[in-house]
C-alpha cells in the first residue's frame, strides 16, 4: 500500500477525541477496523515479519500535491529495529499484531 501512516492514526485519534466530547465512541471502532481492515496485514501477507531484527523498508516521498502519487517507492532502506525485542517477548514469538511501521 501506498498511504500516510499516521493518516490512520489520526483518523482513529479524532474519533476518540469525538467520543470524549460527545460520549458517543462507535467511530473509534469504525475508525480502528478501518485500520486493522487496511493497515494490519496478516502474518500471510508478510513472512518473515516477525523474525528479523534488520528490517528493510520501501520510503516515498509525500507531497501537497495530488498530481505527484503515486511516488517512486526507494526499496533501498535498511536498518535495525529497534523494538524488536521487546516485541518478541511481548508476543511470545508468534505473529505479531501490528502496523507495518511499529516493527
Known sequence: HVTTSEAFSYMVWLAAMHGRITGDYSDVVKSWDLMDKWM?????EQPGYGNAS????????????P????P????N??????IFSDLKRAYNNGPMYSMHWVA
Open 72 to 75: 517512486v517507492m526507494d526499496h
Open 67 to 70: 498530481s505527484k502519487y503515486p
Open 54 to 65: 534488520e528490517v528493510k523498508g520501501s520510503y516515498a516521498d509525500e507531497y501537497g500535491d
Open 40 to 44: 494490519i496485514p496478516e502474518p500471510s
Open 77 to 82: 532502506n535498511a536498518g535495525v529495529n529497534p
